[in-house]
């Protein structure tokens, strides 16, 4: 299970280019195999030239007085451009409880940080491979957005909810 973890945590946590840049906190739900855990992620991304994604998050997640931290660093290249939505690659690693693991990535991503953005794409980490989905809007006009997201290996799933910031 660790290591699903480890691949739905890289599945785009802020999502969203031409340099722009994301800041966020999100609730964080993991569950599977009966079991379940919430927690929270915070986070960084950052778009340069509508061509380059690079993000940053740390995720911590704790139940039944069992905590563990989780961070990613990722980094997406598109093929066209995430200002208009352009198919990508990436590369990045995942560190987790002293565990460190290399991750791809191939999607199809918008990240203008205007009107809807939205991140498809797979991930995979040490052969495991999860599917995953987010969404993020703006609330008026002072950079403030939400965001919502899914992903799931069919075993294992998570959800996220946040809030964040567009600077």
Partial sequence: M?????????????????????????????????????????????????????????????EDGIDVGVTTLSVDYAFGSFDDGSFYAGIGGVDGEGDSEAAFSLGYSKRSGQGLDYDIGLSTVDGETAFGATLRGEIGENGLGWQIGAASDGDVSSQTVGLNFKF
């Fill in 2 to 62: 660790k290591k699903v973890f480890l691949i739905l945590t890289l599945l785009p946590a802020f999502s969203f280019a031409d340099n722009v840049s994301f800041v966020g906190a999100d609730y964080f739900r993991i569950s599977g195999y009966g079991e379940s855990a919430d927690g929270y992620q915070i986070g960084i991304m950052s778009v340069f030239n509508g061509k380059t994604s690079v993000g940053l998050a740390q995720i911590e997640v704790s």
